[in-house]
């Protein structure tokens, strides 16, 4: 392998509830700047675990995480899980991202019904 090899790429792990073959165009090239983008599904957290349970699966999931080797991980989903997982995270010197997106809201009439739609268009990846 020649140094610049895609395949020698660290990855962006991509650790939320939106798998990226959905993203937009402009959110896959900014994945992609980072590296190869790897979809580390987020997990299910019950609203009836209390801290200790949520702060064992976000000790968990930094360890499979770390074990990739991540460039950075894009982090995005239930707060207390996300906020765990964040320091522990940045305290390994991992750089952890959140996308932001720009809210646009259509509203048209249906049946009588006003109907809202909003859409999100990505703008760009923030540090936390």
């Known amino acids: 392998m020649c140094i610049g090899d895609e395949s020698m790429k660290r990855p962006l792990i991509n650790h939320t509830n939106h798998p990226s073959r959905f993203w937009q165009e402009g959110q896959r090239q900014a994945g992609e700047s980072w590296g190869p983008i ?3 599904p987020f997990p299910s957290i019950p609203p009836e675990w209390d801290e200790e349970k949520v702060k064992e699966k976000a000790v968990e ?3 499979r995480i770390q074990a990739l080797e991540p460039a950075a991980v894009l982090l995005q989903g239930e ?3 996300s906020y765990d997982l964040i320091t522990l995270l940045k305290e390994a010197g991992i750089p952890v991202l959140a996308a932001c997106s720009r809210r646009d809201v259509e509203e048209r009439q249906e ?3 006003s109907v809202k739609t909003a859409v999100f268009r990505f703008v760009r990846f923030r540090k936390y």
């Open 38 to 40: 790897v979809d580390f």
């Open 79 to 81: 707060f207390t899980y």
């Open 61 to 63: 999931n930094a360890a």
């Open 111 to 113: 049946e009588g019904k």
